[in-house]
DNA sequence: TATAAAAAAAGAGCCAACTCTAATTTTTTG
DNA sequence: CAAAAAATTAGAGTTGGCTCTTTTTTTATA
């Protein structure tokens, strides 16, 4: 017992901004970001626009709480990826990219991400910024649990250091996952053989003799 | 003979579009970007807001204008320093990126950079991106002609793909340029360390025995 | 030099994010 | 249940990028 009791104030607060992240959520899927007034949602909400502003300050801060949740809601998905994950390294990590992929894609759609990803840039130390900054560490923690993996199976060099590697494969993902949002036309082939090619190089040097790929395409010259 | 004449139409075109860029770049040098109103790079320009209108669809479009200004301006330094780069690749690469950096600084000013930065998202498919892409694609020409050298010289496996690891090391160096130009906070030694791990680890597969770096860091447990 | 073509300038106006202030309503508290 | 506190709401206003139309000026041509 002595669960905190929560007062009309806070639970009307807590319905609020549910309904108002619902309406957003609705309607950026439907019509865009950019397209989408905050009147609108405010009107899907059935609350004043003046209130929308009240919870959070900025169009994109609404956009932060989305893709919190979205984070928050997909972790498990992500974690049980990663404690189990293909034998192949290079595979491993193509196929967790492919997963990060979908997730982003099935709850925001490409112009949302886009937004997120110019954060950085346009509105340094915002909240949209710091929650990319943290959505990196998660991803690199993902990482290093399946590198670990990996050591223990013989397929990495014991003295390797997972932190860096870890840090580099999520620096590549980011970077390809980049591309994938700013650019229309991009097969998904296409991207998965980009990033194949620099996740082989990067495990080149970090595997043992025995375990290490062919390479094909990574040796052959162009 | 037989050189292009030139109307005097066309003369006042590009002396209007010098004077329109230079005052831009003075103002955003001066005052940021997002606080320069275009009224105020007419009235330095000394013509009619709506003649800026005329020459560049865009704010951004200026600011495509000056980039490629500067691109075109700093080739030759960052050709000569491929051309004869440091003996060591890890120390060769961090070197191109800081000439990179310092380049970059040197002209436009970091709040100009991350427009640029954020214009794939935000503004996909217009000219800032192309531009961004060609830049990109050029920084990788930079990056083959200083492996082949490496090749030449016995620091680089014969059969490596050069392609392959041109592309990969541009994008690690644009997603660090990335890192600098969006966090105010970052020492720049910070992200050197950051830039020779990723490096360290990407040169180490592809390297020959004996000129593999001894890695201190990267096979060091963390 | 007169006429046609092209470009620049003036100026009004749209749009949507965001701000501010002054009610009005709701919730808490004594 | 009344007074105090807190939150919602209405509504007017600001800003700056961008558009559009019309007038004026400049340049090219016959």
Redesign the pocket.
Known sequence: MASKVI????R??QH?VGLILGAASRLFAQGGYDS????EIAEVAE??P??V??YF????NILTALAARHVYSSWAERSAYVQNPPSDPVEAVQGFERLLADQAMRTLGRECWRVIMAAPYLQPGSRLHRAGIIFGWLIERHYRRMLRTFQERGQLDADVDIRALAELITAIGTYHFGRRVSDENMTLDTLKQDIERHVLITFLGVMPRQARPDAPGVLARH
């Open positions: 007062g009309l104030r806070e009307n607060r609020r989408t007034r905050i009147e609350v004043a003046a209130t502003y009240n300050t900025n169009k994109a």
